[in-house]
């Protein structure tokens, strides 16, 4: 055997070693991965080699001819199986392409078994190619020329490759791009030796026949890809089963109990905590419509309702029936299954709110899940409750009680004042009764809020002024403009806040329209009340009438119900100021909060 044809059987030799694993893989494995595929691919090229290895062997160009034919069949094959691997690893080829392939390398080597004369190859041209190699030695090939089919043959093989470049490209757009660049090369490989080899039998030049050496060179790049992603497979699987393991492990020691339905409402999964929760074994509950598991059916409607309309609720509460009958309170967390084909199609993920309002286009109609037992939540919750319930009948009984006691001292304090020969003595004791009943006021409203922690005190006013008007029987004469925002007031600000305003009324009431004044405008006495930008409340106390003495400091004055008002502002954290040209108006700013 001449020394260059030995070099093809080597090479046939590494296309079989190559080919085992694969085929091994393809046979076991039949999920349609390529590797049967690929490993039929080196068969052929080994295949392709052993007629090489035959046709460098031969003394004459005559004897060439049946391993050109063989070498001619190989390649149509080797095209056949190369676009094979391709369709399955890629899965971008229609089956009608990979189909038309097989007809025309089938019909391909059928004219080469089959001859036809000189169109496949013409037997009577001769031609010898010796190439001349480093250190002397020297490569002699003895063929036949080819005729018109196989010279078609090689063109449609060149566009073959340039077809399988399109779908490679396709690939790599396709998320593919690193695995897919790895087989651009080796395609590209491919083709520069089929190139060479083309432009050797249209006499451009004399070199070495390269295809073979293209081909091997293509297997072995393949190859070595492919082993790298059965070795990142392996490590994969190996992550897979430890995710798993460690799933399995979290899914059983869960004490919430996960579920899973499908479209129709079965439970095709849930955890072991189902046994503690309710008594069930979960092979008691799997494959059962979950309905049965609700207590009251239309919870579960609604939960359906919601998970179509929202695609996830959380703290959804229910109530469920255990295996022994009785009934548990569980929230309940959970988000609509979506359908696999909607997935691959990129749709919007639950809870997104742009959910299709027609579900069955996007929800495949299954919940998946989480219950947790708030059984004991919902004790606590309900003696909260209960004590709740129980201290603000207290507190308003208490408010009550105080408000009477008020009441009670009021009614004293007006029996002294009828008993008093001297004016100056009542008057202190119906200003002392007016205050009382400022302080009575509130506990009086608090007793019959819902809330006895705060108290409207825009409402609180209005009853309050309108009390003193008619106290000092002014409701004729004077008009009450009450400009009132709802303000809720704790009562550590109500009551200083109701003194103050006391006290400013009732000297407006004393002095601010005496009888002699002549005024020519209508009596008013305005309430303001509004909150302010930095969580500050405004009061206001004004009137039209004859306003401040002549030189007397509102701020510095020696009147006692003056300094308790300076006193009960400072108390509440506020400042007090005045404004207005007719009449007095006082301003007071406070911070809503206690301090």
Request: proline share 4%; net charge neutral.
């Amino acid at each position: 055997m001449k020394l260059y044809a030995v070099f093809p059987l080597m090479m046939s030799a590494v296309c079989l070693t190559v080919a085992v694993n694969p085929l091994l893989l393809g046979i076991r494995k039949k999920n349609g991965d390529g590797s049967l595929a690929f490993a039929v691919n080196c068969l052929v090229v080994m295949a392709y080699c052993l007629a090489c290895a035959g046709q460098y062997d031969v003394d004459g160009p005559g004897q060439s001819l049946p391993w050109l034919r063989l070498e001619a069949i190989a390649l149509n094959l080797a095209g056949f199986t190369l676009a094979w691997f391709l369709a399955e690893l890629t899965a971008m080829m229609p089956k009608t392409h990979l189909a038309a392939i097989l007809l025309w390398s089938a019909t391909n080597a059928i004219v080469q078994l089959v001859g036809f004369g000189d169109l496949t190859w013409e037997s009577a041209t001769s031609i010898v190619h010796t190439v001349g190699l480093p250190f002397g030695a020297t490569v002699v090939y003895r063929e036949v020329g080819s005729g018109i089919l196989t010279d078609i043959q090689h063109l449609a093989g060149l566009a073959l490759f340039v077809y399988f470049f399109s779908i490679l490209v396709r690939y790599s757009r396709n998320g593919h791009r690193h695995e897919a660049g790895k087989l651009l090369v080796a395609l590209f490989i491919l083709l520069a030796g089929y190139a060479n080899d083309l432009a050797i039998n249209l006499g451009l030049y004399s070199s070495l026949y390269l295809a073979e050496y293209a081909w091997l060179s293509m297997i072995v790049l393949v190859g070595f890809q492919r082993a790298g992603l059965i070795v990142e497979s392996t490590q994969a699987k190996r992550a897979l089963a430890e995710s798993e393991r460690r799933y399995r492990s979290i899914f059983e020691s869960l004490q919430d109990v996960y579920f899973r339905t499908d479209g129709d409402g079965i439970i095709r999964l849930i955890s072991p905590s189902v046994r503690g929760f309710l008594g069930y074994e979960p092979e008691e509950v799997i494959g059962k419509p979950d309905s049965f598991l609700y207590d009251d059916k239309g919870q579960r409607d609604n939960l359906y309702t919601r998970v179509r309309r929202f695609g996830a609720v959380s703290d959804f509460e229910v109530r469920l029936r255990a295996g022994d009958s009785s009934l548990r309170d569980a929230s309940l967390s959970a988000h609509a299954v979506r359908d696999m084909e909607e997935t691959a199609r990129g749709s919007p993920s639950p809870g997104s709110g742009i959910m299709p309002k027609s579900g069955p286009d996007y929800w495949s109609g299954g919940v998946e899940g989480t219950f947790r037992d708030v059984s004991d939540r919902k004790r606590v919750e309900e003696d909260l409750r209960v004590s709740l319930e129980e201290k603000n009948v207290l507190l308003k009984e208490i408010h009550h009680r105080v408000k009477n006691n008020l009441q009670v001292i009021s009614s004293l304090l007006y029996l002294q004042e009828k008993n008093m020969g001297d004016p100056k003595f009542a008057a202190v004791m119906e200003e002392c009764r007016s205050q009382i009943n400022s302080m009575a006021l509130i506990h009086d409203d608090l007793y019959q809020s819902r809330d006895v922690r705060k108290i409207d005190f825009g409402k609180y006013l209005k009853n309050l002024v309108s009390r003193l008007i008619a106290s000092y029987r002014r409701t004729e004469s004077i008009a009450f403009i009450p400009v009132v925002e709802e303000i809720s007031l704790t009562i550590e600000k109500a009551i200083p806040c109701g003194l103050i305003v006391n006290e400013l009324c009732s000297n407006t009431l004393k002095y601010a329209f005496p009888p002699d004044s002549r005024l020519e405008r209508k009596p008013e006495l305005r309430i303001g009340l509004r909150r302010l930008e930095d969580d500050r409340v405004s009061l206001t106390v004004a009137d039209n009438g004859v306003g401040l003495p002549e030189g007397m400091d509102f701020v510095r004055s020696p009147s006692l119900g003056l300094q308790i008002v300076q006193r009960l502002v400072h108390q509440i954290g506020g400042s007090i100021r005045t404004e207005g040209k007719t009449g007095v108006g006082v301003v007071i700013e406070f911070p809503e909060q206690v301090g």
